[in-house]
């Protein structure tokens, strides 16, 4: 019934328009089950519709000039291209046909035009108007047809015809109409034996040069890339591509018949093989990641298939055959059936493609932040931050110069200056300007920087419970804290016993030899500290010996602690206060003024010193005797048991006083940002094209130019608004503007809160 109502449609099309006047452009709806195209009146675009669709399609048909009346009877015949003719003066090489009569091949497509000239033929006969290649005008229509053209648009097609044929610039149309004479060419006159392999070669080569220069044209691309598929279906043996050069969409020839012979001989679908089968595969839809990050898809796909299936799965040949055909750019040919009785077609299959899509999906989840960085403005994929956001596999493959030379940088700081590095220094590593203050995304980036790169850095706030300052300075070490590193308790309490030991070695503004060594001592005396917890304190250490001292929320913490735990305190002070074996009354007053700030009684200073270093005999007039006994120093039973002390104060204390700053939070995180667009930040307009837009995942072009109409706003600007909006609430554009427009439900949802 629907293709007798068709038929009906367009017979009223023929008598209506059927007239030898020109013809206006007309728009009819009709019902149309997985159409090929939409035709459209855009005289320099072909359109291909959502592949896959099984529902109305709208079909405006621009009929431009009628097919003028030729009297040249000369036959039509086919110009190769290593032949020339002179043509109004002008030398024009071959691959196109020449006459007066080559009747159209079409027998399917005839009720939309009653025109019966092949589309390409040039006819001399005809007026013909020199013009720019630039040109154009009405009659270069959605199915263009030299006979067609009004006489400057065939003067403006021979002049792209006479030159190099590749200028980017040059109207979609004249490249269609150059496509259909090779396309007879090679579906008609080849098929009958007429060419040789050797031009057959050429066209070949002719088409793939095309679809290089105007590959742009998402259509010209596809019909491009079918018929090179075609080509290499007729004769194997002279044309050949790599899997990867596949068309996707749902009537790829070379898939359907590669995936077929496959599954036919027993073999395991390789990754190459499967990656192109989600692609082609109708029934699932790209998400953003996976259409903006193409590549990096590919590459991940790939890799997260083999590591499931190895060499790959084998499929169970199916019943169902396979058949398929290839449909023409041109209007005046028909398709083209290409039958393979003894294939099956396991294209459709469900289970399957139920584990490519599994496989699709957590590829798609991994390049989300990848993604979102990239649909940022002004970003690159060779941005460093957007380096780090890719999964460890891509990292690990990419040979970016960026990255190589940070891990020279690093690993030189390390070698000569003990890791100590200057923030800016790290962040002009980066490629960015340096922000205005350091937040949890700016520390992210230190972090992923440093860990994928193969290093560690002190202090890092989610071990240290300490930030670095813009102006300050970061200790980098080898391999890192790794990804599983969870800090111990005998970590956070060293780690205190260190904050409390460098705020003492650095009282006179130099940092003692002996002094540096008491604080490593109590890193490599510690039987309960793994090689990463040591290596990571040795960073933290350095860091705050080259760091002013900062007792922000020591001395409230302090005051809580009992009399026991203070004492012990002290003890740390003055240990390392006497590790290079002399105390001078400068000092003393130092430690008094520590001892206050901390809550500590500043009246025990010399006693504690004299304690101390009685029981150690650290103090010693002479040079030598202060040398000997630094070497032979051991640190007293206090600090070297202070782990295994039962005592729960002191154990409550070493936690409390580690806890240092703040956590790091997002900037501007008092507000949040979606709730603060709960009725978003767009004017009335914009946020009624963006509602609509939020209803569906795709929209083709023309409905969204429609919609945009309505509200007499302007397509690209509306998107780059919205877009904008988007950035600031959720830091990831919910529009994509790849001809048909996609939405990005998932990042609708965010925006709802």
């Excluded at 403006?156 to 259909?180: C, E, K, M, Q, T």
């Excluded at 103090?619 to 007293?636: G, I, M, N």
Aim: contains cysteine.
């Amino acid at each position: 019934m629907e293709l007798l109502i068709f038929i009906a449609v367009c017979y009223v099309l023929y008598k209506v328009f059927g007239s030898t006047k020109p013809k206006p452009k007309h728009e009819v709806k009709v019902t149309n089950r997985n159409p090929k195209v939409v035709h459209t009146s855009n005289s320099n675009r072909h359109f291909d519709d959502e592949e896959g669709e099984d529902e109305l399609v709208t079909f405006t048909i621009s009929y431009g000039h009628e097919e003028e009346k030729s009297k040249n009877r000369t036959p039509g015949k086919w110009i190769s291209g290593n032949e020339s003719i002179n043509l109004n003066g002008v030398q024009l090489r071959g691959n196109f046909y020449y006459g007066g009569t080559l009747k159209a091949l079409d027998n399917e497509r005839s009720y939309f035009s009653n025109q019966e000239t092949e589309a390409s033929l040039i006819d001399d006969s005809l007026k013909i108007t020199p013009a720019d290649f630039s040109y154009t005008d009405q009659s270069l229509a959605y199915w263009p047809k030299f006979i067609s053209l009004s006489p400057k648009a065939r003067g403006a097609y021979l002049n792209w015809l006479a030159s190099d044929r590749n200028h980017p610039d040059a109207p979609i149309g004249y490249v269609f109409i150059y496509f259909y004479g090779i396309e007879r060419r090679v579906i008609h006159d080849a098929n009958s034996k007429q060419v040789l392999d050797s031009e057959y070669l050429g066209l070949f080569e002719e088409v793939s040069r095309l679809k290089e220069v105007y590959g742009e044209s998402r259509s010209f691309f596809n019909y491009a890339t079918r018929l090179i598929e075609f080509m290499c279906l007729q004769r194997p043996d002279v044309c050949k591509i790599d899997a990867e050069s596949f068309s996707f969409a749902n009537d790829s020839l070379l898939f359907k018949f590669e995936l077929s012979k496959v599954v036919a001989s027993g073999q395991a679908i390789s990754p190459q093989l499967a990656l192109s089968w989600i692609k082609f595969y109708p029934e699932y839809r790209f998400r953003t990641p996976a259409r903006r990050c193409a590549k990096e898809f590919a590459a991940l796909f790939k890799t997260r298939y083999a590591e499931k299936y190895g060499n790959g799965f084998v499929v169970k040949p199916n019943k169902t055959k396979l058949n398929i055909s290839y449909w023409p750019a041109s209007s005046t040919l028909s398709s083209v059936q290409i039958n393979q009785d003894d294939l099956p077609d396991p294209s459709m299959l469900k289970g399957p493609t139920n584990k490519l899509i599994a496989i699709a999906d957590v590829c798609t989840e991994e390049l989300e932040q990848y993604s979102r960085y990239l649909g940022k403005k002004d970003t690159s994929s060779n941005d460093i931050a957007a380096l780090l956001l890719l999964p460890e596999q891509l990292i690990s493959s990419s040979s970016s110069s960026a990255l190589a030379s940070f891990k020279t940088w690093a690993n030189d700081a390390i070698q000569h200056n003990s890791g100590l590095v200057s923030l800016s220094d790290f962040w002009k590593m980066t490629g960015e300007s340096l922000p205005e203050k350091l937040n949890k995304k700016e520390m992210e980036l230190i972090q992923n920087l440093a860990s994928k790169s193969g290093f560690g850095f002190a202090p890092d706030p989610r071990y240290h419970h300490a930030k670095p300052t813009l102006d300050g300075n970061l200790v980098l070490f080898s391999e890192g804290h790794g990804d599983y590193f969870e800090p111990s308790k005998s970590f956070n309490e060293v780690a205190m016993a260190l904050r409390l030991g460098a705020m003492v070695a650095t009282i006179d503004s130099h940092v003692d030899e002996h002094e540096l060594t008491v604080l490593h001592r109590l890193i490599e005396h510690d039987p309960k500290l793994s090689p990463t917890e040591k290596k990571s304190l040795k960073a933290y250490v350095t860091w705050r010996l080259n760091t002013p001292a900062n007792m922000n929320g020591l001395k409230a913490r302090l005051e809580k602690l009992d009399e026991k735990a203070k004492s012990l305190v002290s003890h740390i002070l003055v240990t390392v206060a006497l590790a290079d074996g002399k105390i001078d009354p400068t000092e003393i007053k130092q430690l008094e003024k520590l001892y206050a700030a901390l809550g500590l009684d500043k009246s025990l200073v010399t006693s504690d010193i004299h304690n101390i270093s009685s029981r150690k005999s650290l103090v010693s007039t002479q040079k030598e005797s202060t040398q000997s006994h630094v070497e032979s120093f051991a640190l007293d039973e206090e600090l070297l048991a202070l782990h295994e002390s039962e005592t729960s104060d002191v154990q409550s204390m070493l936690s409390a006083i580690f806890v240092e700053d703040a956590p790091l939070v997002e900037e501007n995180s008092v507000v949040e940002p979606v709730q603060a667009q709960s009725k978003t930040g767009l004017d009335n307009k914009h946020e009624n094209l963006y509602q609509e837009l939020a209803t569906k995942d795709v929209w083709a072009r023309n409905d969204v130019i429609e919609l945009c109409r309505k509200l007499e706003l302007m397509l690209d600007g509306a998107i780059e608004t919205i877009n904008d909006w988007s950035y600031e609430a959720v830091e990831a554009p919910v529009l994509d503007d790849d001809d048909d427009i996609y939405v990005d439900l998932e990042i609708v949802e965010e925006l709802k809160g």
